[in-house]
């Protein structure tokens, strides 16, 4: 499991004082990336000439609600790993330990310049591997 720590800022929020909906997305992603720079890649994953990683299923379930303030950790484990895609699972809970949020993801490698499906990298899902199915 790879974890990842973020307090949650007061424009974060909506005027009812609690994470706007969307930005659950936004603490995800941003989980996403601190998994992908911890593999040390060689390649620039995130500007890559050969392919793009675009989300094509995500979907979050919201449990308990998350303020100003809050500090939040996101476990995160990839689900399921092929030769072309891969789905991240996350669970976000507060300092007290309680399940706010569950959001996954699934991301397919595509060719940049056909925009068609495409094996990931070796490296990539060496990384990938490392945290695969640890829930």
Same mark, same amino acid.
Request: charged share 25%; aromatic share 16%; proline share 2%.
């Given at each position: 499991?790879? /974890?990842?720590?973020?307090? #949650? ?5 909506? $005027? *009812?004082?609690?994470? !706007? ?9 941003? =989980? ?18 050969? !392919?793009?990683? $675009?989300?094509?299923?995500?979907? *979050?379930? !919201?449990?308990? $609600? #998350? ?5 939040? @950790? ?7 790993? &092929? ?11 507060? /300092? ?7 959001? &996954? /993801? ?7 310049? @056909?925009?068609?499906? @495409?094996?990931?990298? =070796? ?11 640890? =829930?």
């Amino acid at each position: 499991m790879f /974890t990842y720590k973020k307090t #949650i800022n007061f424009y974060d929020c909506d $005027p *009812a004082g609690i994470l !706007f909906f969307a930005k659950i997305f936004e603490l995800c992603h941003s =989980a996403y990336e601190s998994l992908i720079r911890s593999f040390n890649l060689k390649e620039d994953y995130w500007n890559s000439d050969e !392919f793009v990683v $675009p989300i094509i299923k995500s979907e *979050a379930s !919201f449990h308990y $609600p #998350i303020k100003n303030g809050d500090e939040i @950790t996101v476990e995160l484990f990839v689900k399921q790993l &092929k030769d072309s895609s891969f789905e991240l699972n996350y669970i976000c809970k507060n /300092t007290r330990g309680d399940l706010c949020n569950e959001v &996954k /993801t699934i991301h397919v490698f595509v060719r940049k310049s @056909t925009w068609t499906k @495409t094996k990931m990298k =070796a490296e990539i899902h060496k990384g990938l591997l490392n945290y695969y199915n640890q =829930a």
